[in-house]
């Protein structure tokens, strides 16, 4: 698993690449919540290379969006394959975290 953080016009951007399993997780999670909440800044969180999504990835995911909403902030994930986007479509993730379908939706997401 692999994360880059980002940042562009006051908007973070984080790109995951790689299976958001147990393993995965572990190597992330720290960066990705120390990387995103402190600031409180509308993030979008790039998901095109995300190849798996596990329930500790969901859980990270919606830990980290409502601790970044606690300070005014606003996530919104985008790219996700068609196998990623099921488990959040089934798991329910998108009522929590906003998910759409390109960098540019997200952009004009959190702008909202």
């Known amino acids: 698993m692999d994360i880059q953080i ?3 016009d006051g ?4 790109a995951l690449s790689g299976r ?3 393993a995965g997780v572990d190597v992330v999670e720290t960066r ?3 990387g995103i909440v402190p600031s409180g800044k509308h993030t979008i969180v ?3 290379e995300v190849v798996f999504l596990a329930s500790l990835g969901v859980r990270m995911f919606i830990s980290t969006t409502r601790a970044l909403s606690w300070k005014g902030g606003k996530l919104v994930m985008f790219g996700a394959s068609e196998p990623v986007l099921e ?6 993730v998108s009522e929590i975290v906003p998910v759409v379908g390109s ?3 997200a952009l004009a997401f959190v702008a909202e």
């Open 6 to 8: 980002t940042e562009v």
């Open 11 to 14: 908007i973070k951007r984080v």
């Open 20 to 22: 958001l399993d147990s």
């Open 32 to 34: 990705f919540s120390a």
């Open 46 to 48: 790039d998901l095109t």
């Open 87 to 92: 488990i959040i479509e089934t798991m329910g």
């Open 103 to 105: 960098e540019a939706e």
